[in-house]
C-alpha cells in the first residue's frame, strides 16, 4: 500500500474538567489521507471536528497522538497546510492583491513583485474575481470575501487545505457556485483536501470520502464512506445516479442516529479503531425506501 500524505495516528483531545476530573473529547482516532484525496469530515456539534482540524493546522496540540505530514511529524503552523475558515479571515486594510500577495510573499520571500502579482493574478482569476483587485474586504459581499481566502489558501499551493465549514455562512446561491469552483480546482490542481461540514450534500458533491465521527465526549471514528458517485457528478443531476440515495440515506441515518448508538452498535464485536470500517453504500444496498424514492416522483 502506497504511504498517505498525512497520517492521524492515536489523536486524543482531553480538557480538564470540575472535581480534578478529565472530559475526553475524541480518543484514539486514526486517519489516512492519500494525496489528492478530498476528505470530509461530519459529526454533531462539540464531537472535535474543529479540534481535529486545528491540530492537522498545527493552531492546537493534542493531548496524545501525532499528525504525519510526508513522512514527518507536524510541531506548529506551516505553509504547507493552508486553512480557510469560516469567517473569511481577511485583513481590512488590504487589497484583495494585497491579502493574497501577503500569503504568497510569505512563502516564496525571494520571488520579485511582478512575479507575485502575476501569480496571485492567476488565482484571482481562478476565483472569478478578475476586476476586483484593488477593493478592500469591506467592499466585497461575503461570497466574495470567501472566495479572496480560497485563493489566498490555493495561491500558496499548500500540500493540504484545511477548511472548517467554510460556505456555511453564506446564502445557498453563493455556496453553491462556490462549492462547484473548489470542487473544480481541486480536481483540476490535485489538491488535497480535509474540510468539515455537517451539509450531507455538500459531503456528497465535493468528498472522496466521508469521516463519519460519533457523538462526544470520547468521540471516534466510527466509519470512512466512500462516495459510491462517479467522479464527473455535477450537481445538477448528482440525485440521478443509482447510488445517490443509499449513500444519502446512510449518511443521514448516522447523523440522526447511530452517532448516538454507535457505542452499543460495536459492544461484543471487533472494532479496530486503527483501521475503521470502509463502507460503500448503494453497492450491496437494497432499492431506495419508497418515500423518497426518485423513481416514483419522476413516474408520477
Ligand atoms: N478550552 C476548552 N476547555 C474545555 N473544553 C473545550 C475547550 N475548547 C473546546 N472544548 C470542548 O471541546 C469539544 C470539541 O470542540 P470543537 O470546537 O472541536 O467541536 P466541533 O465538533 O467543531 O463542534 P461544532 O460542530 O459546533 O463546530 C467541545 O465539546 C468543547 O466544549
Ligand atoms: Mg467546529
Not at 22 to 34: M, S
Not at 57 to 63: E, I, R
Request: hydrophobic content about 40%; proline content about 7%.
Amino acid at each position: 500500500m502506497t504511504k498517505p500524505l498525512i497520517s492521524i495516528e492515536a489523536l486524543a483531545r482531553r480538557y480538564p474538567a470540575p472535581g480534578g476530573t478529565e472530559t475526553t473529547v475524541f480518543e484514539n482516532v486514526w486517519l489516512p489521507i492519500a494525496k489528492g484525496e478530498f476528505v470530509c469530515l461530519i459529526g454533531h456539534s462539540g464531537c472535535g471536528k474543529t479540534t481535529i482540524l486545528n491540530v492537522l493546522a498545527g493552531l492546537d496540540q493534542p493531548s496524545a497522538g501525532v499528525v504525519i505530514v510526508d513522512g514527518r511529524e507536524i510541531s506548529g503552523p506551516s505553509l504547507d497546510r493552508a486553512v480557510i475558515f469560516q469567517g473569511h479571515s481577511l485583513l481590512p486594510w488590504m487589497s484583495v492583491m494585497g491579502n493574497i500577495a501577503f500569503a504568497v510573499t510569505s512563502r516564496h520571500p525571494d520571488w520579485p513583485k511582478d512575479k507575485v502579482r502575476a501569480h496571485c493574478q492567476k488565482y484571482i482569476d481562478v476565483v472569478h474575481l478578475t476586476g476586483s483587485e484593488h477593493k478592500k474586504p469591506a467592499e466585497l459581499s461575503g461570497g466574495m470575501k470567501q472566495r479572496v481566502g480560497i485563493a489566498r489558501a490555493l495561491a500558496i499551493e499548500p500540500k493540504m487545505l484545511l477548511m472548517d465549514e467554510p460556505f456555511s455562512a453564506l446564502d445557498a446561491l453563493t455556496r453553491g457556485s462556490l462549492q462547484d469552483e473548489v470542487r473544480r480546482i481541486c480536481t483540476e490542481t490535485e489538491q488535497t483536501v480535509f474540510m468539515i461540514t455537517h451539509d450531507v450534500d455538500e459531503a456528497m458533491l465535493l468528498a472522496d470520502k466521508i469521516v463519519l465521527m460519533t457523538n462526544g465526549p470520547g468521540a471516534k471514528i466510527a466509519e470512512i464512506v466512500e462516495n459510491t458517485l462517479p467522479k464527473d457528478r455535477r450537481r445538477t443531476d448528482i440525485h440521478k445516479h443509482d447510488s445517490y440515495y443509499a449513500l444519502r440515506n446512510h449518511l443521514l441515518d448516522f447523523l440522526v442516529t447511530r452517532s448516538k448508538t454507535f457505542a452499543s452498535e460495536i459492544a461484543g464485536k471487533s472494532y479496530d479503531p486503527r483501521r475503521p470500517p470502509l463502507v460503500r453504500p448503494g453497492e450491496t444496498a437494497a432499492a431506495a425506501p419508497p418515500e423518497i424514492a426518485p423513481a416514483r416522483a419522476a413516474s408520477a
